[in-house]
């Protein structure tokens, strides 16, 4: 009895193992509940969370893809194929005050989206030059999208846990 009980469990174990290891992302690809493993989407909660992420430790971050939706904005000393990807971070309620923060961006065709225009944008983490070593996206993708209802992001809370992967 106690021998067909291990059988059983063995056949078991090889069979889970089996359907596991031969089981690929193809097959799952249909479950929108799956997150995508070469892209990182950024939440708007997260948005500023990453940001100090990625400022205080680029080296760990670069190669990583996001997508994320912002506004553009330019300063007078930026180039020509680039803008921030910018968000509003609330940094007080009472009386509301707001500041500009995002990425800086790169893009060939940059000059096509006006300030304040929002858009997402689909985009690799380099290393970039901005008054010194900052991260930068070159966007591989970027498409106009209407303003969303909460255009503001919160600041960064001090329960953010780094990590080598923005998820």
């Not at 290891?21 to 892209?39: G, K, Q, V, W, Y």
């Not at 000059?111 to 997402?120: A, I, L, P, Y």
């Not at 010194?132 to 999208?145: A, D, F, H, L, N």
Request: proline letters at 4%; a negative charge.
């Amino acid at each position: 009895m106690a021998f067909c009980a291990v059988v059983c469990i063995s056949l078991a174990v090889v069979a889970g193992f089996k359907i596991l290891t031969s089981a690929n992302r193809e097959t799952f690809e249909h479950l929108e509940c799956l997150p995508n493993t070469d892209i990182a989407i950024i939440r708007d909660e997260d948005y500023t969370n990453i940001l100090k992420m990625v400022n205080d430790d680029l080296d760990t971050y670069v190669g990583q893809k996001i997508s994320y939706t912002g506004y553009v904005y330019r300063v007078a000393d930026i180039k020509e194929n680039e803008f921030i990807l910018a968000r509003d971070m609330i940094v007080s309620n009472s009386p509301k005050q707001t500041l500009v923060v995002g990425f800086l961006s790169t893009c060939d065709n940059a000059k096509d989206f006006e300030n304040n225009s929002w858009v997402t944008i689909t985009g690799t983490i380099e290393k970039g030059e901005y008054l010194g070593e900052v991260p930068i996206i070159k966007i591989s993708s970027i498409e106009k999208v209407a303003k969303p209802e909460t255009a503001e992001v919160p600041m960064p809370d001090e329960y953010y846990v780094p990590t080598a992967v923005i998820y």
